[in-house]
């Protein structure tokens, strides 16, 4: 799937399942919207409620790195701010905040 794949779409439907425990949050990330092991990372901890500060500080990487990581997440989720992130994720990884 590429990044406009999904263009032409009037909705998705994306099923996670709650109770599958085998999969850790980051993976649905990753396979709902083709984000890289450290995009999903990163992701998942704003969907939580991480400022970026903190959450480049918790993953060990440079402000500048996620700053460039969280362009790529805007890109691949069709979101322009942080809050749109949150909202769009946090309901995919069984946060209701």
């Known amino acids: 799937m590429t990044a406009n794949a999904l263009a032409d779409c009037q ?3 994306i099923l996670i399942d709650p109770d599958d425990a085998s999969r850790p949050p980051q993976a649905a990330l990753q396979l709902a919207f083709e984000l890289s092991e450290a995009e999903a990372r990163l992701a998942a901890r704003l969907a939580s409620g991480e400022l970026l500060e903190l959450a480049t500080e918790q993953l060990g990487i440079a402000k500048e790195t996620g700053r ?30």
């Open 68 to 97: 460039s990581q969280l362009k790529s997440i805007f890109a691949k989720t069709g979101v322009h701010r942080q809050a749109e992130l949150v909202a769009l994720l946090a309901p995919l990884l069984g946060r209701t905040k």
């Open 11 to 13: 909705g998705v439907i």
